[in-house]
């Protein structure tokens, strides 16, 4: 992600919960990626009830060269050949548990897995209704209108060494993370910035990236609507196309 960002290209990942998608769900997904790129899979959600995490992680890897990331909410959620994990830490909120707890129980497991960890400042954005994540997290999300706070959080994770930023709005959020608060975090930290959250329409990814989001993150509206990967696909190939052109242009 970094390298991305280094050359002004944005990215686009899909998160896949296990929960809510079965084999011939997933094979329609990724025959659509084939034609409409997709830079990463994430992988997890906030209960992962199933068993079928580790399965459903190697038919991705079967049937496409994407990574895969893990994006765990629980120490038990580390199973499956990924080739990396996004190591949250849920800076927005102030339970010990999800700033550094689960990582303790974690620690030993994610030192034998081999895995590429990605230390992660997580925070969750108000995005208009409660969300799992916040309900099972036991922490109130940041105010949608308080950009400032989200950039102070960001600059504090980065200044104890996360090396992302992720603003979530949380699966099924009525309103994305505003563009305002993309910008003021984006100006105050270098780390390359997460944003997910009710990106359901090519105008919001779009504003999201305008922003200064580096990677755009969809999920729960790629599972009920797989055919919008098209369009969101569509929106960041043509937000890179014009980086390249300014950069020809120069």
Do not use: W
């Not at 949250?88 to 994610?110: E, K, M, T, W, Y």
């Not at 996360?162 to 699966?171: A, E, R, T």
């Not at 990106?199 to 055919?227: C, F, Q």
């Amino acid at each position: 992600m970094h390298a991305r960002q280094q050359h002004g290209r944005k990215a686009l990942a899909v998160l896949l919960d296990p929960d809510n998608l079965d084999e011939t769900s997933l094979l329609h997904l990724l025959a659509l990626s084939q034609a409409h790129p997709v830079d990463y899979f994430f992988v997890g959600g906030s209960l992962v009830l199933s068993s079928h995490q580790a399965a459903l992680i190697t038919l991705i890897k079967a049937h496409s060269e994407v990574p895969v990331l893990l994006f765990p909410s629980h120490s038990m959620h580390l199973d499956g050949p990924a080739d990396g994990l996004l190591l949250l830490s849920l800076i927005s909120g102030r339970n010990p548990d999800f700033l550094i707890g689960q990582h303790v129980v974690a620690a030993p497991r994610l030192k034998a897995s081999g895995l590429q960890l990605l230390p992660t400042g997580y925070m969750l954005v108000d995005s208009g209704r409660p969300t799992t994540a916040s309900y099972m997290s036991g922490t109130t999300p940041m105010p949608h209108n308080k950009p400032g706070i989200a950039a102070c959080t960001a600059l504090a994770g980065e200044q104890l060494g996360l090396k992302l930023m992720y603003l979530d709005g949380g699966s099924g959020a009525q309103n994305p993370v505003s563009a305002a608060m993309i910008a003021a975090v984006r100006e105050a930290v270098s780390a390359p910035i997460i944003v997910g959250g009710g990106l359901n329409t090519g105008e919001k990814v779009y504003a999201a990236l305008a922003a200064g989001a580096d990677v755009v993150v969809v999920g729960n509206h790629i599972e009920a609507e797989p055919e919008f990967l098209a369009e969101v696909a569509g929106v960041v190939a043509s937000f890179n196309q014009r980086v390249l052109a300014r950069e020809a242009v120069q």
